[in-house]
């Protein structure tokens, strides 16, 4: 069984019937909330997409390396990332947490 990912149009199309919309602004709602994410995290360092998860900015701080090439150590100089942190609610639905085992 193969899995397949939705695009951007089957989540649209979805998206226009679950909320008895047209296509049109379905698209445009998706595009105006990646827009707004990507303005709130340059401007505050974090976006909330409620049930999901959140964007964060972080700082990644200096490192030493090594090139897989030659074995030789480099230094990885200091920066800006951003990462995205799954909101626990989703990740249990998801994948549920294993039970813990009872001795007896």
Excluded: H, W, Y
């Amino acid at each position: 069984m193969a899995a397949t990912k939705m695009t951007q149009a089957q989540i649209v199309t979805d998206l226009a019937a679950k909320c008895d919309l047209n296509k049109r602004v379905a698209k445009d709602f998706l595009d105006n909330l990646a827009a707004l994410a990507v303005k709130e995290v340059k401007k505050s360092g974090v976006f909330i997409v409620p049930g999901i998860g959140r964007l964060v900015k972080t700082n990644r701080k200096a490192r030493m390396g090594r090139n897989p090439a030659t074995g030789q150590a480099i230094k990885i100089p200091a920066k800006r990332v951003v990462k995205f942190r799954i909101a626990k609610a989703c990740k249990d639905a998801i994948v549920p947490p294993k039970k813990p085992r009872t001795t007896t």
